[in-house]
């Protein structure tokens, strides 16, 4: 059985070596029964300790290791969302967090369905209106959002995405990243997107989160 602590620090290095977490950016967390295991403060993906991770409740409420990373407010909205929510990464990857800059493909997913992938392995990624770093009043409000989704870009910041297992939340996050450098490289040329009969067909079969958006 794998070692939830070993598994969140193989997982910053991944995603540091792709790119994806630039400097001290970006904080992963893991849930293990009734308590989170999240990367503290300041932490350098590329060099996470596992031994000197931050724990939490499920409340957010600090209960033992250093000062956790001030986004915990976004972990905990995912876990409190989703009873099989066991990993939520947060990245500041250049290409998703330029497209949380950009007016949204829907009022429900900032990124069109470009790809059978992006619906296989992200689904519907609603983009979450701006609001300082740490905002737990953003996360209430990602809480309550009425549909389902596994992802979602934080405007002007970057994507938040969760898993039922940490390797699936960094295929997401890997894969949102694709997309939207995709989204960026096609520009103000028309694109064919998926039709909503291909996309729900894509989302039945992976059970993935996509809603109708005709």
Known sequence: MSDPRTDLAAAGA????????????????????????????????????????????????????????????????????????????????????????????SPRSAVPPLTPYYV??????????????????????????PFPFRAALLQNHGPVLAGTTMARAVEAAVELEEVAALLLALGERPARLLTPEEAGQLARTYDSPWDDHR
């Open 120 to 145: 296989m392995r992200v689904g519907q990624t609603p983009l979450l209106p701006y609001a300082p770093p740490g905002d737990a009043g953003q996360a209430e409000d990602m809480a309550r959002l």
């Open 14 to 105: 991944r995603l540091a070596a792709l790119g994806l977490s630039p400097g001290s950016s970006g904080n992963l967390s893991v849930r293990t029964g009734d308590r989170v295991l999240i990367t503290p403060t300041g932490a350098d993906l590329a060099a996470i300790d596992p031994d000197g991770l931050s724990e939490l409740g499920l409340d957010g409420v600090h209960l033992a290791g250093p000062r956790p990373s001030k986004e915990f407010p976004l972990h905990s909205a995912f876990y409190r969302r989703d009873a099989t929510t066991r990993a939520v990464v947060h990245l500041h990857a250049r290409h998703a967090t330029a497209v949380s800059c950009l007016p949204p493909w």
